[in-house]
């Protein structure tokens, strides 16, 4: 049973975007098209080399911004800003994972690689403020981003967590590779199954897979 897997588990580390709300909701047309915007304005290319920076820096570098930082010292605190001034009309608050998130035993987190004013907007439109013990964006990692293991570092040991008795909820299955070195039990939240020696499992729909644990 997917439960007896997870008794020892006393922290729980989830992401945000596309873990907390499906992917269905879309917000990364709205943050890449923000983030596109920014690139031409900041770098003064065009709309075309701004978004294959934007992929490009993505895939060599974990965010985007941290490309950014590396090689154009760019101010990650006015992108983050810019880049999360989104609409979130389009998210439902979702009771049932509220309820079992709330019914997990041990201490809650929300780490993201996005900021934590933006996080705390989401999880308000979802209905889960007030569930979690701390909310961590890529700030509190000295900018640093996942999937690197230094930005994990930094965050647990902020957050206290014990990474022996902790999961990972994650979408992008790259940012599962540092938890499970570290010992955690990790999940891979996606609408299609990765297959990797890293990932311990697999769903397509986070709360039903929190209700198996209860």
Not at 72 to 94: E, N
Not at 105 to 125: D, F, H, M, Q
Not at 158 to 163: E, F, H, K, N, P
Not at 172 to 196: I, K, Q
């Amino acid at each position: 049973m997917v439960k007896q897997s997870f008794t020892h588990v006393e922290h729980w580390v989830f992401d945000l975007d596309n873990t907390l709300y499906p992917p269905s909701a879309r917000l990364f047309d709205q943050i890449e098209a923000k983030m596109i915007a920014y690139v031409m304005e900041q770098l003064g290319v065009d709309r075309a080399e701004a978004d294959q920076l934007r992929g490009d820096y993505w895939r060599n570098h974990g965010t985007t911004l941290a490309g950014l930082m590396q090689h154009h010292d760019l101010d990650p605190d006015p992108f983050l800003v810019a880049v999360h001034d989104i609409s979130l009309d389009h998210l439902d608050p979702d009771p049932a994972l509220a309820d079992h998130i709330s019914a997990l035993p041990g201490r809650k987190i929300v780490y993201t690689n996005g900021s934590a004013p933006y996080a705390e907007r989401v999880l308000a439109a979802r209905g889960l403020t007030g569930l979690f013990d701390g909310i961590y964006g890529v700030e509190h990692a000295a900018y640093r981003p996942k999937p690197e293991r230094s930005a994990f570092e930094r965050v647990f040991a902020l957050a206290g967590v014990d990474t022996t008795r902790a999961a990972m909820f994650e979408d992008d299955p790259r940012n599962l590779s540092a938890p499970h070195a570290m010992g955690m039990r990790t999940v891979h939240v996606a609408p299609e199954a990765y297959v990797g020696d890293h990932i311990h499992h697999h769903t397509v729909d986070l709360t039903d897979f929190l209700a198996q644990l209860r």
